[in-house]
C-alpha cells in the first residue's frame, strides 16, 4: 500500500496555472501507476490524468489534453499536475491516486488507494 498527501490547490481566476503536488510514503510507490482525479459539486468522480509506473506514458482526459501535464519523481515518491490555461470547469476537489494495473487507468472505480484531495476553485 501507500500513502498519498495532496497539496497546491489553491484559488486561481481563468486562464492561470496551478502546480498540484502528491507525496507518497511506503517503498512501492514506483510499482504503481498513478493518476488525478477530480470531482466537482454535483457531479461524479472523473479522470483528469494518470501516468505510467516507470513514468514514461501519459494519459489525459480531452477535456485537459494540452493544458495539463502529469509528471512523477520516482527518486522522490512525488507526483505532479502542471495546470495551466484553466478554466471555471476545472472547478473540483483533486485527488490523486494509485492503480496497479494501467490498463484501467481511465476508470475511477479502480484506483485502489487515494489522497484526501485538495481543492481547486477557478474564477471567471
Known amino acids: 500500500q501507500v500513502q498519498l498527501v495532496e497539496s497546491g490547490g489553491g484559488l486561481v481566476q481563468a486562464g492561470g496555472s496551478l502546480r498540484l503536488s502528491c507525496a507518497a510514503s511506503?517503498?512501492?510507490?514506483?510499482?504503481?501507476?498513478m493518476g488525478w482525479l477530480r470531482q466537482a459539486p454535483g457531479k461524479e468522480r472523473e479522470f483528469v490524468a494518470a501516468?505510467?509506473?516507470?513514468?514514461?506514458?501519459?494519459r489525459y482526459a480531452d477535456s485537459v489534453k494540452g493544458r495539463f501535464t502529469i509528471s512523477r519523481d520516482n527518486a522522490k515518491n512525488t507526483m505532479s499536475l502542471q495546470m495551466n490555461s484553466l478554466k471555471p470547469e476545472d472547478t473540483a476537489v483533486y485527488y490523486c491516486?494509485?492503480?496497479?494495473?494501467?490498463?484501467?487507468?481511465?476508470?475511477?472505480?479502480?484506483?485502489?488507494?487515494w489522497g484526501q484531495g485538495t481543492q481547486v476553485t477557478v474564477s471567471s
Open positions: 511506503g517503498r512501492t510507490f514506483s510499482s504503481y501507476a
Open positions: 491516486a494509485a492503480i496497479s494495473s494501467w490498463y484501467y487507468v481511465t476508470e475511477v472505480q479502480k484506483y485502489e488507494n
Open positions: 501516468v505510467s509506473s516507470s513514468g514514461r506514458s501519459t
